[in-house]
């Protein structure tokens, strides 16, 4: 509940401290009602709620605002994007699929962990919403959640993620790389260094174990094409291995 915090300044007067001080180490906004055991320890500085405070016009202020900026210009769909293509929400051209933007980086559909900004998002659009009291946050929290619940309800089971449910088995690093293994360093290497098409292909072949038709839906992509590329992936990080 309590810890030992460096106070160093604070902002919301002319006061400059330093020193050691107890502090309560909880946002009461969050856990209001759900602590199991109360603070007794004496504070000299104590949390607030974000909705207790507004900035007033400053650089943190600034900050804010090109933040908001940001999260609002994120399409909801791109961020849903990876839940749906995995609750097979979308069929072929339709559903939107053709029409969604693709989020790369850690979001790609080769990437395991995909899925993850989204929460990040809803954390940032409550601590927002609190800050601003905009609503704009709050409909753009609601407009995830909502295709979060579409997402659950197409699963049927309860789950809910950006990828297929047995992959769960296979988190652990280690059961995708040894680094003692020299050959398995080369081999991950080896998928790096493969052209963006078709290194998501084998990604999604090789280690999500998806059968062509269901990488075609994905993709948008021919059947035939897919093989193309899956076979010439691999005889790509073959020759890597043996000439490294």
């Not at 395991?112 to 609190?130: I, V």
């Amino acid at each position: 509940m309590n810890k030992k915090v460096l106070v160093t300044a604070i902002l919301f007067g002319s006061l400059t401290v330093s020193g050691i001080v107890s502090a309560q180490s909880v946002y009461p906004g969050q856990h209001q009602g759900k602590l199991k055991k109360e603070t007794v320890a004496p504070l000299q500085a104590e949390s607030f709620d974000l909705k207790d405070v507004r900035l007033l016009p400053s650089r943190f202020r600034d900050n804010m605002l090109r933040d908001s900026a940001w999260m609002t210009s994120i399409d909801v769909n791109c961020l849903l994007h990876s839940f749906r293509t995995n609750a097979g929400v979308f069929a072929g051209r339709e559903g939107g699929y053709m029409t969604v933007k693709k989020l790369g980086g850690w979001e790609s559909l080769d990437c395991e962990l995909r899925g993850h900004t989204t929460g990040h998002m809803l954390s940032a659009l409550g601590l927002m919403y609190a800050a601003t009291g905009s609503e704009i946050f709050k409909l753009k929290g609601d407009s995830l959640v909502n295709g979060l619940e579409e997402v659950q309800n197409a699963l049927k089971n309860g789950y809910l993620s950006a990828w297929p449910e047995e992959l769960i088995g296979k988190l652990k690093a280690s059961d995708y790389i040894d680094y003692e293994n020299e050959l398995a360093v080369k081999f991950q290497e080896a998928i790096l260094s493969l052209p963006e098409k078709q290194r998501l292909i084998f990604n999604l072949r090789y280690y999500d174990e998806l059968d062509y038709e269901e990488i075609s839906r994905i993709l948008d992509s021919k059947v035939d094409t897919l093989k193309v590329n899956y076979h010439y992936a691999k005889e790509k990080i073959k020759e890597y291995i043996l000439n490294r």
